[in-house]
Structures are given as C-alpha cells and as structure tokens.
C-alpha cells in the first residue's frame, strides 16, 4: 500500500503535481478529449481545499527531448482553467524550469496554480535525468504523482523527482492501484478476463499472470486466429503469429489441466480487404475463405461471449474483438461492450483501446472503472513493478 494525499499535511505547502494531461488534438489546435485532465481534478481540488499551492507538471506527445511548441502544454493550461473555475499561471519556457518559473513558483501562494510546460522538453526527462529531477523537486515541498499513465516510465518527473521530496500518490494514481490490482488479486467468481487486440505476443506476461487468477478467458481480435489456428482451424488471411502457435498450444493445454477455461470464437465477420466498405461475410470458423481475413467477431459469437459475461461477478477487458475503428466491423466490440454495461458485475477497463470503445459507444460511465493508463495497465497486469509507484512512500 502507498500513502496518498490523505497521509500528507498540504496546508502552507507547495506540492508538485506529476498530471497525466497527453491529450489528443484536432488538426486545429484544439484539444478534442479532455477526460486526462478532469481525471486529475479531484486530486488538484482536494489539495487546493487544504490550503497548498500547486506546481503542475506533464509531457505532452513526443518532442523528442527539445523544444517544439507543437506540443506546448498552454491549450491544457487554458483547458484546466475553466474546469478548476481559477487562473493555471502557464510559463512557456523551453528550459522548463529557469529564473522565471522559480521566481513564480517561490511567489506561489495557498490557492495559486501554476503549470509547466512540457517536461519532455528536455532531454533528461526520459532518461531520469538526477539534475532535472532536482530541478523539478526545488520548487516545491511535496511530491505527488497522479500520472498513472506515465507511471511504467522510470523518468524525471515520474520516479526521479521522488529521490527528493516526500512522495505520494494522488486520488487518481490510487483508484488506478485499487482496481488494476487489488480487484484483481481479490476477485469475486467467477472472474473472467477479456482479451483482444490485435497479437498474442502483447499478451503474453498477462496471460501468464491471470491464468493463476480467473475462472475463464475470452479471446477476441486478431490475436484469437492464431488461437483459432493453434486448434487446427484454417483462417484464411486472417491476422497471423505462426511463430506463437505452439505457445498457445502449450497455453490451451495449461488451461485444460487448471480447469481454466478459454472461450474462443465460433464465427467472424471477414473481409476482402482492410476497408470499412470491403465486401464483407460471416464465416464459421472452419469455414474462413482463404481470400478473406477476420475483422470482427460473428454474431453467435457475440452471444456466446455475452453469456459468459452474464454470469460473471468480475470482468477485466483489454483488447477490442475487432476493428472497431471502422463501423463495418464494431459490433462484436460494441456488443461485449454493452454486456459488460449490463452484466451487475465488477467491470475494469484495461485502458489503451478497450477504454477508447467504451467511449466510442457512451458506455464508459457505466463501467466500474475505466482505466486512463494503456501501456502502464498492460504493464500492472502482467504483474510488474511501475517505477512510478515503486517510488512513492509506503505505508
């Protein structure tokens, strides 16, 4: 267990927020999903309640360690301004951190907010760099990281800066540890675990670590045809890793002897081509044409896998069932989606693309808990250690 901001006496301090705030753009300029930045508001309103003063801190896309106001974090600045109902002093200084913005963060008082700009500015921020790190921790008397999408990353912002202050996590960082693992390693059952996308080689160490955890796998995606050909089945131009089939033997054969079971497809919608208007089919799964290739689950299939979510007391989802990005092939995604919605069960999204189709198809309030890290979940679900929660104090 960590300690959290509740654990910290913030009144009279000044805090350094480590946000998660890599939110996506329009061609415009304008920032087209700002889910990341109302994530953290509990966090930065509590803390502001307690009489602190903020230092906020992010990256922003790849700047590739130099300045590019491309992806200047002044957008987010204004953005955060209207959620918080105060002013979010921006100095945009390539340096990130120079005379002005120590000067503005020494002058900070109980209330103020101040964000820096993008941290990925500097080149030592994603090699952890200890100066940059000291750099950051000079402004402030607290460390606090929400950032749990960053928090695989062992960078200066994320681990480093806590080699310097007392470092905590805040309501977000917490409700992520909270549902990634303690409602995975207390699972009610039955437990089943959803897993898509497109290779069976990203899923591997998440595999491994849940089959000692869940009653049941569902495969869906792209990775399920190398399942489906590790069976004997033919999928045609179906998305293939020839070189992970006897893994997923050997996986198949596990499971059997656990009593761990593995739901695969029994239909797919297949394709000509990856195209939204592509002639399309269904196809039973012995049945794929050798020109065509699975872009979605088939609609027994969807019910069969709806079924099993029915009866389950916990869910965790990492992975589409298809190409959801284009219409022709999301109602499988949309239909686990929406079981998962109705099922009663405890339901954790996984982040990355499972997150962005419970969005797409305005379910994600009706989920138990969306997660806003993708590689970070990935990573904690395969049961690794994320340098930015190992650097925070333990309880």
């Known amino acids: 267990m960590k300690k959290t901001i509740r654990d910290i006496t913030a009144e009279g301090k000044k805090v350094f927020v480590r946000c998660d705030f890599n939110v996506p753009f329009t061609d415009a300029g304008e920032i087209s999903d700002d889910i990341r930045i109302r994530a953290t508001l509990p966090t930065l309103e509590y803390l502001l309640g307690q009489g602190a003063g903020l230092v906020l801190a992010s990256h922003l896309g790849r700047p590739a360690g130099e300045p590019d106001m491309k992806y200047s974090l002044g957008p987010v600045a204004e953005r955060l301004s209207s959620l918080l109902g105060r002013e979010v002093l921006f100095i945009s200084s390539p340096a990130v951190v120079d005379d002005e913005v120590r000067k503005a963060a020494a002058n900070l008082k109980a209330g103020d907010v101040m964000l820096l700009e993008n941290v990925r500015f500097r080149k030592e921020e994603t090699k952890n760099g200890p100066a940059f790190a000291k750099e950051l921790a000079s402004l402030c008397d607290i460390y606090v990281n929400d950032a749990f999408g960053s928090a695989h990353r062992a960078h200066a912002s994320t681990a480093g800066v806590a080699s310097f202050?007392?470092?905590?996590?805040?309501?977000?960082?917490?409700?992520?540890?909270?549902?990634?693992?303690?409602?995975?390693?207390?699972?009610?059952?039955?437990?089943?675990?959803?897993?898509?996308?497109?290779?069976?080689?990203?899923?591997?160490?998440?595999?491994?670590?849940?089959?000692?955890?869940?009653?049941?796998?569902?495969?869906?995606?792209?990775?399920?045809?190398?399942?489906?050909?590790?069976?004997?089945?033919?999928?045609g131009n179906s998305l293939l890793e020839e070189e992970q089939v006897d893994f997923v033997k050997g996986l198949l054969e596990k499971a059997e002897?656990?009593?761990?079971?593995?739901?695969?497809?029994?239909?797919?919608?297949?394709?000509?081509?990856?195209?939204?208007?592509?002639?399309?089919?269904?196809?039973?799964?012995?049945?794929?044409?050798?020109?065509?290739?699975?872009?979605?689950?088939?609609?027994?299939?969807?019910?069969?896998?709806?079924?099993?979510i029915k009866r389950a007391r916990t869910v965790l989802w990492n992975g589409p069932m298809g190409v959801f990005e284009m219409p022709a092939f999301a109602a499988g995604t949309k239909a686990v989606a929406e079981a998962l919605a109705e099922c009663g069960a405890v339901t954790v999204i996984g982040g990355g693309d499972s997150a962005a189709a419970v969005k797409q198809f305005g379910l994600s309030g009706k989920m138990t808990h969306v997660s806003t890290g993708g590689g970070a979940s990935l990573e904690f679900l395969e049961g690794k250690e994320l340098p930015g929660v190992a650097a925070l104090l333990d309880i």
Request: aromatic share 6%.
């Open 165 to 235: 202050l007392p470092a905590v996590s805040g309501f977000l960082m917490e409700k992520e540890l909270k549902f990634l693992g303690d409602t995975v390693e207390n699972a009610e059952s039955p437990f089943i675990a959803i897993l898509g996308g497109a290779k069976v080689k990203d899923k591997i160490p998440v595999i491994e670590n849940l089959m000692k955890k869940v009653d049941a796998f569902i495969i869906g995606g792209g990775m399920a045809y190398t399942f489906l050909k590790a069976k004997g089945h033919a999928v």
């Open 257 to 308: 002897s656990s009593g761990v079971g593995i739901l695969l497809p029994v239909d797919v919608v297949a394709a000509k081509e990856f195209k939204n208007d592509s002639e399309k089919r269904v196809a039973a799964v012995n049945g794929i044409p050798v020109d065509m290739m699975g872009l979605d689950i088939g609609p027994e299939t969807a019910k069969l896998f709806c079924e099993e």
